[in-house]
C-alpha cells in the first residue's frame, strides 16, 4: 500500500458530535434507538420528558420533543453485529407496527426506517465504513452540478478537506467522519430545521469567513454559533442547508466521555 500521509489529514473540523431530530413521543424513540438499535440513552444529561441524548459510541443522537424531522438523506451507523441487530429489530417490530419503521438486510448493511421516515444504514464494526460503534457519515442528496461548490465551500469556509469525485464529495468532519454529498436528480425535500454539530480546532476563522457572507444565524455562547446555508465562494445561492452547530474546542461538552453497552 502506497504511504498517502494527506489521506490522513482530519483538516479543521475535528468531530462531528451529533444529529438533532425533534421526535413527538420518546416511547416510540426508546424502542427504536434503544431496544431495536442496541444504542444507550444518556444517563446523565436530558435525563427528562422533553428531550433526550441517545450514545452511540463517541456520537449522540439528540432527540427533542416535537413535531418529527425527517434527515434529508441516509445516516450511517456502526453496528458491533449484524446478526444481532436483526435479532432485536425482529422482537421489537410489533410494537413499532403501523409506524414507518422497515428493515432489510442488503449483503453486508442492514437497512432501516426510523418510526418517523428518517433513513439509516448500518454496516458492521470493522467494515469498509470503518471503526466500532458509532455515526460514521452522513449522506445527503443535493441538486446536480452542486458538488463542486459545496467542496469549495467546506474548503474555503470551515477548512476542510473535501474532495470531489463523479458528483460526489465527501467532506471530512472528525477521524473516520464524513458528510457525503451525492448529486441526484430526485426532487428536493424541504428543510425542516433538523441540525448536526461539529467542533472546530480554528473557530474564529470559519466564523469570520461566514459572517462576511452573512452566513451567521446565530452565536449561542462563547463557544457555539450556527450557521444553515452552504453557498459557493462566488456564488449567491446556497447549495444546500443544513444547521450546523459550530462548537469550539473550549466548549464544555468537547471529549466528554459517554457510556455504552457493551455489545450492543
Known sequence: MRFDPA??????????????????DQETATDFYVEAL???????????????????????????RGKPQRFRGVIGLTAPDLDALEARLRKVSPRLDGTQFSWRREGAQVALTCPWGNRFRAHPAGGASGGPLGIPYLEMPVARGAAAGIARFYRSAMGAPAEVEGGCVRVTVGPGQCFVFRESDGPEEEYDGHHVA??????????????????VTAEDN??????????APRAKKPLFAIEHEVRSLHHPLYGRALVNRAGA
Open 198 to 215: 461539529i467542533y472546530v480546532a480554528d473557530f474564529s476563522g470559519p466564523y469570520r469567513a461566514l459572517a462576511e457572507r452573512s452566513l
Open 7 to 24: 489521506s490522513r489529514d482530519v483538516g479543521n473540523i475535528v468531530f462531528f458530535e451529533h444529529v438533532n431530530l425533534t421526535i413527538p
Open 38 to 64: 442496541g444504542l444507550t440513552r444518556d444517563p446523565y444529561m436530558m435525563v427528562g420528558t422533553n428531550n433526550m441524548w441517545i450514545n452511540a459510541g463517541r456520537q449522540q443522537f439528540h432527540l427533542p
Open 222 to 231: 462563547p463557544d457555539q454559533y450556527r450557521f444553515i446555508d452552504i453557498v
